[in-house]
C-alpha cells in the first residue's frame, strides 16, 4: 500500500508541468498588420488603400494603455529628442500639425519603422503593444485622445497644464510637408 502511495505520489508530480510565461512576447511575433498611406496621392482616380484592424481605439480610449505609454516614453529617453513634448532635436509632439498623419496608426508607423533625419525605428526592439501604448501617450500631448483617459503628468518641466486638463481637439488628418522638406522648383 505504501509503494502505491509513493508511485501514486511520483507519478502525479511528473505529470505536472511548470507554469510557462512569456514575460515579454516576441516583438515581430504579434505586429499588427495596417496598411497606411502617409500621403493622399495615389496612381488613378481612386485614393490609397487603407487597411485599419480598429486596434487604435483600444488604446486611444484606455487610461492604462496611455499611462503605460508615458512610463516607456521615459524609459525609453523620448524626451531626450522631443523635449517633454514640447520639441527640441525632435519635432514636437503637443501641436496639431502631423508630418506623417495625426491618426493613432501612422504614429505607430512611425514608431516602428522611423523616420528620416533622426527618428530611430523601434522594430524588434519593443513588442508591438508597448508601441500602440507609446502611440496612444503621444497622441494624448496634442489632445486628441478622451479627456477623461488621458493620463495626467508631472507638471514641474512642461509648458502647459496636463492632458487630463487640456479640453480634447481632433488631430490634423494627413500629414503637410514643411518648406524645409519640399522639392525644390
Given at each position: 500500500m505504501r509503494t502505491l502511495a509513493i508511485a501514486l505520489v511520483l507519478l502525479s508530480l511528473a505529470a505536472c508541468q511548470?507554469?510557462?510565461?512569456?514575460?515579454?512576447?516576441?516583438?515581430?511575433?504579434?505586429?499588427?498588420r495596417e496598411k497606411i498611406a502617409l500621403t493622399s496621392l495615389s496612381p488613378g482616380d481612386s485614393g490609397p488603400i487603407e487597411v485599419r484592424t480598429g486596434r487604435g481605439e483600444e488604446y486611444t480610449g484606455n487610461a492604462y494603455h496611455q499611462s503605460e505609454g508615458k512610463k516607456l516614453f521615459k524609459q525609453m529617453n523620448c524626451n531626450g529628442c522631443h523635449a517633454n513634448g514640447g520639441g527640441g532635436m525632435g519635432v514636437p509632439l503637443?501641436?496639431?500639425?502631423?508630418?506623417?498623419?495625426?491618426r493613432i496608426e501612422n504614429v505607430v508607423q512611425t514608431i516602428r519603422e522611423g523616420r528620416p533625419n533622426g527618428m530611430p525605428s523601434f522594430r524588434g526592439k519593443l513588442p508591438d503593444e508597448q508601441i500602440w501604448q507609446l502611440a496612444a501617450y503621444v497622441l494624448s500631448m496634442s489632445r486628441a485622445v478622451p479627456q477623461d483617459v488621458a493620463?495626467?503628468?508631472?507638471?514641474?518641466?512642461?509648458?502647459?497644464?496636463?492632458e487630463s486638463r487640456q479640453p480634447a481637439v481632433t488631430g490634423v488628418q494627413g500629414g503637410t510637408v514643411p518648406p524645409s522638406g519640399e522639392a525644390p522648383q
Open positions: 511548470r507554469e510557462e510565461r512569456a514575460l515579454r512576447g516576441d516583438p515581430m511575433a504579434d505586429e499588427s503637443m501641436d496639431d500639425t502631423w508630418i506623417y498623419g495625426g493620463p495626467s503628468r508631472d507638471d514641474d518641466m512642461h509648458p502647459r497644464p496636463a
